[in-house]
């Protein structure tokens, strides 16, 4: 199968997310191109390369994920194809494609500067539509990518924000605000025994809500932390946005307190009900 994702800070109001589709079927007309994600914020390199890293697994093998989020477009910065053992990755070398890339396999790294396979002339300002593109689309047909440029050793990592152990809990923040204004923290359930979680806490201590295993199971309008899909725990309000109704933005720290603590001699309030004491 011929699979291309998109995954880019455009928008859908534009010409920009048409034309590279244009550019990859007029190169690969077999190609199948899924849309990931076009609504990232504009510039944000963090929030594409969460959406990029909780969803490429869950394609085919071979499936070509090409993600343009790249303020420094026409700058110095890089410009790379990596081949894992499952995928392709294209994109700029900035950060977008690092934490995709940190739970593959890599096999093979490539700078892309071989003009045979851009598209003429290119764009100081679109390099999504004149290099990018093309790229994913002759990998798509199988083209080596030791063709489209030389072999690098690695790739720019963007740093992913690691929880603090504490001994009544942990301590983390927040990476990404989804369309419902679900606040997804970097709290990651696989590494949480389901007794364990009891609360979450956030603006030193003046907000708090318990860990539930669905939006409903708190009274509308209340929030709550669910075990979200994308495999970490986010911080919502039934039938409201946590974004808007608490202020969350991403960076915003957040506490995960233990059950057992929680349940201690300073039992939490009803959730999200303002406290007086810190944390």
Request: aromatic share 8%; charged share 20%; hydrophobic share 45%.
């Amino acid at each position: 199968m011929q699979l291309i994702t998109l995954t880019t800070d455009f928008g859908v109001q534009d010409w920009f997310v048409g034309t590279m589709k244009g550019v990859i079927l007029s190169l690969a007309p077999r190609a199948t191109i899924v849309d990931l994600t076009h609504e990232i914020p504009p510039g944000d390199i963090g929030c594409g390369a969460f959406a990029l890293a909780v969803s490429c697994r869950f394609f085919p093998k071979g499936t070509v994920h090409l993600a343009v989020v790249d303020p420094g477009v026409g700058s110095a910065r890089g410009a790379i194809a990596v081949q894992t053992a499952d995928y392709f990755f294209v994109g700029p070398d900035n950060g977008v494609l690092s934490w995709a890339l940190a739970r593959e396999k890599i096999k093979f790294i490539c700078r892309l500067t071989n003009e045979k396979f851009f598209l003429r002339p290119v764009s100081q300002t679109f390099h999504g539509r004149d290099i990018f593109a093309p790229a994913a689309a002759h990998l798509c047909r199988g083209v080596s990518p030791a063709r489209l440029g030389p072999a690098e050793n690695d790739f720019v990592r963007r740093p992913w924000p690691q929880p603090v152990v504490r001994r009544d809990g942990l301590l983390g923040e927040v990476v990404y605000i989804d369309h419902f204004g679900n606040a997804i923290t970097n709290l990651e359930i696989s590494q949480l025994e389901p007794a364990d979680a009891g609360e979450i806490i956030w603006d030193g201590g003046r907000r708090r809500c318990p860990v539930k295993a669905f939006y409903q199971a708190v009274p509308a309008g209340q929030a709550v932390a669910v075990r979200g899909s994308s495999g970490f725990l986010e911080i919502a309000v039934n039938g409201g946005s946590a974004a808007q109704r608490f202020n969350l933005n991403i960076g915003r720290r957040v506490r995960l307190r233990w059950k057992r603590a929680a349940e201690g001699p300073s039992a939490a309030p009803t959730a999200g009900q303002a406290v007086s004491r810190g944390d």
